[in-house]
């Protein structure tokens, strides 16, 4: 292992020992970390241990005359020594530093986990003893002092009560007068979640505070953590070949997490011989739930093309390219050329084009042939998430604002039903930062809700649609509201393609559009042979529901057909897609039908036969 192999948050830590008087860490603080001997050559982690060990060791190298002397303090157990008297004596510690008065008195006792404790619940009384033993001069070795989840002594960084304030000002006032002893500093190392936890004005300007935030294990920790831990890897060859790949899904996971995901693969293993371990991963994160992706038949991703082209006409090339790309995402093969390939997402298209072509109707329908059910299609019309704080509504709010308890909307649904098809419908209407968020997602595959919780994405298909480049808004010289055609009907496709894709490109940033590749598919406005099929396909369902429903025969020649033809290959209508023909065929055909059925007294058995008088729709009762 090369020597840049160590964490950089360990390295900085070792650095700055010494030199810094306080360290704030946030972020991955509950996790077991790779400790190493770092005056070696060798830097092959020797073990992983939880954060006061390491911090211990990290100010311990060489264990000589230098070493500190070690005090641990969080408020569930006040002050006490991990480690033992041999590297302090917590009870001549505290009667040293405690500020004791008249009716203080301490209790000292010895449990399974720490050597001495002594319990401070006037957090007032616990910082002064902190003060006091970081400036003190008259020690032989230097003393570091860690507050483990030293935010949760206070209730809020912004608004301090009396005593937390006094606390604060004894940290800052150690902090800014730290002894040196031996050319070291004492040192203070507050543990928290988040840096601003912690009162601003702290350490705000305060030069002698280093901020360090501990990420998740990257691929190289978790592979050395993955080669110490899981001896399945050595034993079983059959494992071996997965190694790799699951080492890609099991980004963003912690060494706990790591840990207790081997304990449920060796439970599953002892009630099933033949587990997976990629399928004990898939357990882990979503639950114990099927994963439809494995169970979609063959034979009906083989006739995929055939089957969309019958729900969804005139878009030929668009649904060739989105059987493509779905058959990637099926064989589980999409992204693959990214070094996080595994934590992707299934599949991300990006479906562009006039309105009403068929863009939210091709989703619905693969959900239906992928899944049997429209229903696994989550759709977000991103209109309704255009203004500043929107994110919150999708990926939840944070803790202390309105809303964190019910979580995101979007996160909600995938902890529902993570193997799914998510649409997100006119994605140019989101608020920028939105997309911010979304970069996460179409690249680690995963999102931290307001909760805290990880929502995994890597069982989606993520599908964006827009309209982007067909029309245009404007404000006219009386200051009114316009849009503007930019393509036509009588354009071709080759005249379309580029006007969107250029539109596209204006308007998202370059890091959005290089996670979406070549995955845009832009839309064809339906032309005559399509509009005439979809034409014919609603008349005979509106006559085939009325069957089901009054028990009308409606005949309709040829030569009707022929009239609505005509009438909905107009500019106009064509401008509106499906939905300017559906609207049409209301107009022209189900209301005046309506109108006959209910003024013309039909009753059940009757037929009605449709003609055209003088260009108008006549209905006719007959035989």
Known sequence: MKKHSIPKWQQEISSFKGIKSTFIIEGNINDFYPMYDLMSEDTTPKAFVDLNMTLFKLFNENMNESSYDFMFC???T???????DRFGNIED????YASAGEDESFSFGVDRIFKKSCKLDDIEKLSSTIRNALVDTDREKPVCVVMNFASRYISSPTTLEATENKMFLNLLFASLNAAKITDQFNTLIMVVEKFNDLPAWFFYNNPNVRTISIPNPDKDIRTIFVEKEYVEFETNHSLQKVKDKFIDVTDGLKHRELKELRSLYQRLLSRNADTDLLDAVSIYKYGIIENMWHSIDKDKIANLEELLKKRVMGQDRAITKTVNIVKRAVSGLSGLQHSSGQNKPRGVLFFAGPTGTGKTELTKALAEQ????????????????SES???????GAPPGYVGYEAGGQLTNAIKEKPFSILLFDEIEKAHPSIMDKFLQILEDGRMTDGQGNTVYFSETLIIFTSNLGITQQYIDANGRERREQLVFPSETYEEIEPKVLSAIKDHFKPEVLNRIGNNIIVYDFIRSEASNAIVRGQISKINSRIMKQHKLNIYVPEEVFEFYFVLANRDEVLEMGGRGIGNLMEDKYINPLAEFIFEADCKEGETINVSIDNNEVKFIKGV
Do not use: T, V, W
């Open 93 to 96: 510690m505290m009667q040293r």
């Open 389 to 395: 704080h929107a994110d919150q509504k999708l990926f």
């Open 370 to 385: 992928l899944f049997g059910d429209e229903n696994n299609c989550i759709r977000f019309d991103m209109s309704e998430f």
């Open 74 to 76: 969080d408020p569930a």
């Open 78 to 84: 006040g002050i006490y020594n991990k480690f033992g």
